[in-house]
Nanobody
Framework: QVQLVESGGGLVQPGGSLRLSCVAS????????MGWYYEAPGKQREQVAA???????HYEARARGRFTISRDIAKNTVYLQMNSLRPEDTGVYLC?????????WGQGTQVTVSS
């Protein structure tokens, strides 16, 4: 059974940084894409960034210039380096991974940006 497990969330002050990690287990397949979504309280889930197995990356506007996504293909792991964090970045960050026709989700890791 494929599982995605996120880690690295926590409480950080505005302007601070966090590095999220997501490890996929239960498969040796290489996902075409791995990425991150974000859920703020009471709002819809939004994409943050994604990375393909070909090295391509995509960032939504809120992440561009502040966040960096990277993958370790061999370890089936995706990272999200988040800098210059703002209170509005507070929420649950979820990892997803997949290819055409299937997709998996992690349970999420809480990020709280507050002074």
């Amino acid at each position: 059974q494929v599982q995605l497990v996120e880690s690295g969330g926590g409480l950080v002050q505005p302007g601070g940084s966090l590095r999220l990690s997501c490890v996929a287990s239960g498969t040796t397949d290489r996902f075409h894409y791995m990425g991150w979504y974000y859920e703020a309280p009471g709002k819809q889930r939004e994409q943050v960034a994604a990375a393909t197995d070909g090295g391509g990356t995509h960032y939504e506007a809120r992440a561009r210039g502040r966040f960096t996504i990277s993958r370790d293909i061999a370890k089936n792991t995706v990272y999200l380096q988040m800098n210059s964090l703002r209170p509005e970045d507070t929420g649950v960050y979820l990892c997803n991974a997949g290819a055409l026709g299937y997709e998996y989700w992690g349970q999420g890791t809480q990020v709280t940006v507050s002074s």
